[in-house]
């Protein structure tokens, strides 16, 4: 039935000199998730409405959950383009769509006619009167209600005139690619591939480092991860995801430094780490997935001690949220169920019984201190010896 998708954007439309930027970036994301949906598109843009058409056959259902997949989208129309031969054939066609779109006609309706083409003869206000009468005589079963109606029938008279019904929710945010390059740091748990999707929904391309510990973690805890960035990956497009064997490292700090100091120790390390990739990637901020309060390393204090280590911007997209928010995007970008999967990653294994929630900068650096004789070396070694795959969905 449908040839046709009305995009509809909110943010971009503010952009000013700057909007045909953030349009076209939006054209190649839709192309980019559509190349894997069965049929043909052509995705164009025309006066702030950008259209995606289809030839031929194609899936209807998989075409909707892409375009649902990519960014800046606000609103999906299944639309009926034709073209202005006058007010009667017009009414036609909207009768023609109510037809079809709705088999049972017991229901409230409202149209909402709008002329971004104002030389067309008739006032917005005159066609709504007119094709109601339309709707009303082709359906005797339907009644208006201008206040709270069933159905929505929108006219945009344009160069083609639009006609639909239906506006299928899209995931909302800034296109992919208009707002530069982050580090994530990528862990199997619940927070951090949400942290990764957030931040890509506002327009930021990702890449992400993985710290594994063989044999304290084993391959199928480090193909999680790998699962969970090609499911991120489906929303943020490819994620270069380098893998830095940090074991020789903690079993150093686990050796050298108070117990109770670990996670932080460790934690400074992995930025540090993590930032040299996120250096040589041009990255312009490092992501991760920490909430204030919700572990012993997530307190202000400890973020404060973590982020002392970092010379680019930490940005944490959860740092507000409630564990049960969290979850509940996790489940619904298909994460929750992988992260929850029993493969430990390196930053369960090596938790302190006691760890300090309230550590002091002073303290930390005196502490690692006693790593100075032998730390960079073993950096080293772990950038050296890094893995970097690129993954895909």
């Known amino acids: 039935m449908y040839k046709a998708f009305l995009i509809k954007y909110a943010e971009i439309a503010i952009k000013g000199k700057n909007r045909y930027l953030f349009e076209d970036a939006l054209v190649r994301n839709i192309e980019y998730q559509l190349k894997n949906v069965d049929g043909n598109f052509t995705v164009r843009k025309e006066n702030g409405r950008i259209y995606v058409e289809t030839e031929g056959d194609y899936d209807y259902d998989e075409t909707v959950e892409a375009l649902q997949r990519v960014f800046g989208i606000v609103g999906i129309c299944p639309v009926i383009l034709v073209e202005d031969e006058g007010f009667d054939r017009l009414a036609e066609a909207v009768v023609a769509h109510v037809d079809e779109a709705y088999p049972d006609k017991h229901f409230t309706f409202k149209v909402d006619a709008r002329r971004a083409r104002k030389n067309y003869p008739m006032t917005s206000m005159e066609l709504n009167a007119a094709l109601g009468e339309r709707i009303l005589e082709a359906f005797p079963e339907t009644k208006v209600d201008v206040h709270h109606p069933q159905v929505m029938v929108y006219v945009e008279i344009r160069p083609m005139i639009n006609i639909y019904s239906t506006e299928i929710p899209g995931p909302g945010g800034m296109p992919l690619g208009t707002a530069g390059r982050a580090m994530l740091l990528l862990s199997g748990g619940i927070d951090s591939p949400v942290a990764g999707y957030m931040i890509s929904k506002r327009g930021v391309t990702l890449e992400a480092t993985y710290f594994h510990a063989p044999p304290y973690t ?46 932080i120790i460790m934690r400074r390390y992995m930025m540090k780490i993590a930032e040299h990739f996120a250096n040589e990637g041009k990255c312009l901020g490092m992501i ?98 890094t893995e970097t795959i690129v993954v895909e969905a």
């Open 218 to 263: 084993s391959e199928r805890a480090k193909q999680k991860v790998i699962d969970l960035a090609q499911k991120v990956a489906k929303f943020s497009g490819p994620i270069k995801l380098h893998i830095v064997n940090f074991t020789d490292i903690q079993l150093y700090i686990y050796e050298k430094c108070p117990h109770e100091e670990l996670t």
């Open 288 to 385: 991760t997935g920490e909430s204030i309060g919700q572990v012993a390393s997530q307190t202000m204090q400890s973020l404060a001690v973590t982020n002392e280590v970092c010379t680019m911007p930490v940005y944490r997209p959860l740092i507000a949220m409630d564990k049960q928010d969290i979850v509940r995007i996790a489940e619904r970008i298909d994460t929750y169920e992988t992260s929850i999967l029993p493969y430990e990653d390196c930053c369960t294994i090596f938790v302190a019984k006691h760890p300090v929630t309230k550590p002091s900068l002073k303290s930390i650096k005196r502490s690692e201190q006693k790593l100075e004789e032998k730390i960079d070396e073993l950096m080293q070694t772990a950038i050296d010896t």
